[in-house]
């Protein structure tokens, strides 16, 4: 066997982008997380195959992607069902499944959800940068190239391992239903005090839905409005899956991706572990808003952290 094998990218699709866990500890110098928006399938793809919980996968956006398989390998797939085909054959998702040298591997239009997690055996095999190789394309860090998005040509690296030929499934109790109507759950922040109470009941009775304006920096959702407080905010640091409300009065929780700081008021964050489902929502999907409960919370995920050893 040779050191490395390879998967060659022969279409990247509307975006595919190499990720592992992401960067801590950097925003005070402006510097994004990244990482998987859905870390859930993330972690699942990369259990599945007896991985670490920071092996790099592929975040597979919106599908339209086919890869050529360079050498004998097994594989995982999790997420939203992309219609993934070996040499035309389905593969059964949130699963692992092996495939050959020569073979083709391709990802259709979304049949649910938007993204799918592509892993390898082992991980994929990518310089780090400050600590990460997951791929944040305004920061240009990570990827293979200076945190460009996967394009045709592109060859994706990974260690020779054996092939197991019996496939490894999630069970169905684990998996999620990205068609219902999202129920998020939402830790309130200390400006949550500076909205009106009429403003508060909106947010929690109003159904918003999932605009078009959507990407790894933040989700705005339409069909409904908030008005914010009438004051002025001294730009702070924010936090994952914080609930903007700009002037227009349409919320933005903000992904993985977002900006460091800012001053739009907040009304607290979407708790932690609600958030891979909102990273699967289309545009046009139903989303509610519900109060959490800060422990209760905590100890769910505490629970998923320790399960997938984070």
């Given at each position: 066997?040779?050191?490395?094998?390879?998967?060659?990218?022969?279409?990247?699709?509307?975006?595919?982008?190499?990720?592992?866990?992401?960067?801590?500890?950097?925003?005070?110098?402006?510097?994004?997380?990244?990482?998987?928006?859905?870390?859930?399938?993330?972690?699942?793809?990369?259990?599945?195959?007896?991985?670490?919980?920071?092996?790099?996968?592929?975040?597979?956006?919106?599908?339209?992607?086919?890869?050529?398989?360079?050498?004998?390998?097994?594989?995982a797939?999790?997420?939203?069902?992309?219609?993934?085909?070996?040499?035309?054959?389905?593969?059964?998702?949130?699963?692992?499944?092996?495939?050959?040298k020569?073979?083709?591997?391709?990802?259709?239009?979304?049949?649910?959800?938007?993204?799918?997690?592509?892993?390898?055996?082992?991980?994929?095999?990518?310089?780090?940068?400050?600590?990460?190789?997951?791929?944040?394309?305004?920061?240009?860090?990570?990827?293979?190239?200076?945190?460009?998005?996967?394009?045709?040509?592109?060859?994706?690296?990974f260690?020779?391992?054996?092939?197991?030929?019996?496939?490894?499934?999630?069970?169905?109790?684990?998996?999620?239903?990205?068609?219902r109507?999202?129920?998020?759950?939402?830790?309130?922040?200390?400006?949550?005090?500076?909205?009106?109470?009429?403003?508060?009941?909106?947010?929690?009775?109003?159904?918003?839905?999932?605009?078009?304006?959507?990407?790894?920096?933040?989700?705005?959702?339409?069909?409904?409005?908030?008005?914010?407080?009438?004051?002025?905010?001294?730009?702070?640091?924010?936090?994952?899956?914080?609930?903007?409300?700009?002037?227009?009065?349409?919320?933005?929780?903000?992904?993985?991706?977002?900006?460091?700081?800012?001053?739009?008021?907040?009304?607290g964050?979407?708790?932690?572990?609600?958030?891979?489902?909102?990273?699967?929502?289309?545009?046009?999907?139903?989303?509610?808003?519900?109060?959490g409960?800060?422990?209760?919370?905590?100890?769910?995920?505490?629970?998923?952290?320790?399960?997938?050893?984070y």
């Amino acid at each position: 066997m040779s050191n490395t094998s390879t998967i060659k990218v022969i279409k990247p699709g509307q975006q595919t982008l190499l990720q592992d866990f992401g960067r801590f500890g950097l925003s005070h110098m402006g510097i994004a997380q990244g990482g998987p928006l859905d870390d859930y399938a993330y972690s699942w793809a990369n259990h599945l195959l007896g991985n670490s919980t920071n092996c790099p996968a592929l975040e597979i956006t919106l599908g339209q992607a086919e890869f050529k398989i360079g050498d004998d390998c097994e594989l995982a797939i999790a997420g939203g069902n992309l219609n993934a085909k070996l040499d035309g054959s389905p593969i059964t998702n949130w699963s692992t499944f092996s495939a050959r040298k020569g073979q083709s591997l391709t990802f259709g239009l979304p049949l649910n959800g938007l993204r799918s997690y592509l892993a390898v055996k082992e991980g994929f095999i990518a310089p780090q940068q400050l600590g990460s190789c997951a791929t944040v394309v305004r920061d240009q860090l990570g990827g293979i190239k200076s945190g460009s998005p996967l394009s045709a040509g592109d060859e994706l690296q990974f260690s020779p391992h054996s092939v197991r030929k019996k496939p490894v499934q999630m069970s169905f109790r684990c998996k999620p239903d990205y068609d219902r109507v999202l129920e998020l759950r939402v830790v309130e922040g200390y400006q949550i005090e500076d909205f009106s109470a009429e403003q508060l009941e909106k947010f929690y009775s109003q159904e918003f839905e999932v605009s078009q304006f959507i990407d790894r920096m933040g989700y705005r959702l339409c069909s409904g409005k908030v008005m914010p407080p009438e004051k002025q905010y001294l730009s702070e640091g924010i936090a994952l899956g914080a609930i903007q409300v700009p002037p227009n009065g349409e919320p933005i929780v903000l992904f993985n991706d977002r900006q460091t700081i800012g001053g739009y008021a907040k009304l607290g964050c979407v708790a932690r572990i609600d958030l891979p489902r909102l990273a699967q929502a289309k545009p046009g999907q139903k989303v509610r808003f519900v109060k959490g409960d800060l422990l209760g919370l905590q100890e769910a995920w505490c629970k998923w952290a320790n399960y997938f050893g984070y």
